[in-house]
């Protein structure tokens, strides 16, 4: 993390959006949409820029979902576990891709950062279930081996 970098952009989306209170979640979207996540280098920054404490930009930040404080990999896999793909199995869909990268629930992403595998509680697809999308693209009808075979072709194109 090049947190000289990290400041400069900050900086930036600081003077669009306005250092006030209400211009946080702006600011913090446009640090996730460019980071991927929220690196925590950014919350001392912030906090001295937009005058408020580090626990109010981090109640933010960990308030909603869409935030994430943990650095993601290239390839974000999100497996949907909601009704129409669970009844059609998504689990072991979801536990097999965990068992190939040696993640479980509280490790979400590879030491090589070359993935992070996630579960969503509905993607809008439910006519395709069960589906997961890699970096927002829909996979439909999937099964654990082709999820198997997603991940060689992913390393492939990595
Ligand atoms: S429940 Fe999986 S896409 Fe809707």
Redesign the pocket.
């Known amino acids: 993390m090049n947190v000289k970098e990290l400041y400069q952009k900050t900086d930036g989306w600081l003077d669009s959006f306005g250092r006030e209170e209400r211009s946080l979640i702006a600011v913090l979207q446009a640090i996730q949409e460019e980071y991927s996540y929220l690196p925590r280098e950014v919350f001392p920054y912030l906090a001295k820029e937009m005058n408020l404490n580090e626990a109010q930009i981090y109640g933010v930040a960990t308030f909603y979902e869409n935030f994430s404080l943990e650095a993601k990999g290239k390839y974000v896999i999100k497996v949907?576990?909601?009704?129409?793909?669970?009844v059609r199995k998504?689990v072991p869909i979801l536990n097999k891709l965990r068992q190939e990268l040696k993640l479980d629930d509280g490790r979400k992403t590879t030491d090589d950062q070359l993935f992070t595998v996630e579960t969503?509680?509905?993607?809008?697809?439910?006519g395709?279930?069960?589906?997961l999308t890699v970096n927002g693209e829909v996979h439909a009808a999937m099964t654990p081996e082709k999820a198997v075979a997603l991940l060689a072709e992913l390393r492939r194109e990595a």
Request: proline share 5%; net charge negative; aromatic share 0%.
């Open positions: 949907c576990d909601g009704t129409a793909c669970h998504s969503v509680s509905c993607l809008g697809a439910c395709l279930a069960p589906a």
